[in-house]
């Protein structure tokens, strides 16, 4: 079990994440996009400051560039997601968030020549076709929304890069409170910018709001950056990618989506993308290994 402690956190935070789907359409039912950003990441930053406040004050120079980088990464993945939400379909916006499970190991192959292993690339691509089946509506244009969203994927391939590469030389705690303010301080500019200080959102706005700041950043961002010590980048992008899994099967459960052959089908992908990168496939070729020279 200890062996995959890695994985199974970032299960988790892929779980997490996937309540998050529904924990966000109820709270833009009475809220902007900015506003919801700065509620989850000011709720984030003041958790992590006031639990892990020891770890605060311990951090090093070098731990804090590191985490001013991951938070500008971070909140760039967000508003790029969101603002392309506003020109492109649910769906597609998905979908092609989800192409940083492709970019990732490229951005290692890119910066420190590290040849890519077939079978992660190989479960990266089926996991994106999962997720494209799960959430894409086989609409072929690409407009504004599509490119804003494709880029907020480089964003998102970026940061769990670096969280991989970073957790190796900082502490965990110490890189997801500084990313945590880094997102908040950006969130809470863009809403003042943007003329949206004045609130008016039901208590069930704020409750749906407060749990994304909780659960979905707080608590996911924490595990996330504290497995990614113990796996592989392309591993992580591949098990965060399930997140579309969970979002569509909480989707399912508690806003009584109809499940259909399509998320069937997205599922069955993503789970071979999964145990693809997992096992690279050691128990098939041991069976045809043992079957080969039995034969022989």
Not at 10 to 37: D, H, K, N, R
Not at 40 to 51: G, Q
Not at 72 to 97: D, E, I, R
Request: hydrophobic share 55%; glycine share 8%.
């Amino acid at each position: 079990m200890k062996k995959y402690s890695g994985e199974i956190g970032l299960l988790l935070v892929a779980v997490i994440w996937g309540t998050g789907f529904v924990a966000g359409a109820v709270s833009l039912e009475s809220l902007t996009p900015y506003q919801v950003m700065a509620i989850r990441f000011f709720i984030a930053a003041l958790l992590m400051s006031v639990i892990f406040r020891k770890q605060f004050r311990s951090l090093t120079k070098p731990a804090l560039g590191a985490g001013i980088a991951l938070g500008v990464f971070l909140y760039l993945a967000f508003t790029l997601q969101t603002v392309g939400l506003h020109y492109t379909t649910p769906s597609k916006n998905a979908f092609l968030t989800a192409v940083n499970v492709v970019i990732v190991p490229f951005i290692g192959y890119l910066l420190y020549r590290r040849k890519p292993d077939k079978y992660g690339l190989i479960g990266a691509v089926l996991a994106m076709l999962g997720v494209g089946v799960l959430s894409l509506e086989f609409n072929s244009s690409l407009n504004i929304g599509d490119v804003l969203t494709l880029l907020c994927a480089a964003c998102f391939a970026f940061h769990i890069f670096y969280t991989g590469e970073f957790v190796k030389r900082h502490d965990p705690i110490g890189l997801t409170i500084i990313q945590m303010i880094v997102a908040c301080l950006l969130s809470v500019l863009a809403v003042l910018f943007r003329g949206e200080a004045v609130f008016h959102a039901d208590a069930r706005g704020l409750l749906a709001a407060s749990y994304l700041g909780v659960f979905s950043t707080t608590i996911a961002f924490l595990l996330q950056t504290i497995a990614q010590k113990f796996t592989t980048e392309t591993k992580a992008a591949i098990i965060l990618s399930t997140e579309a899994l969970f979002g569509t099967l909480f989707s399912v459960l508690i806003l009584h989506e109809t499940i259909t052959l399509r998320m069937a089908v997205g599922s069955v992908l993503i789970l071979i993308a999964i145990v693809t990168a997992e096992t690279k496939l050691d128990f098939i070729k041991n069976k045809t290994s043992r079957r080969y020279y039995g034969d022989h």
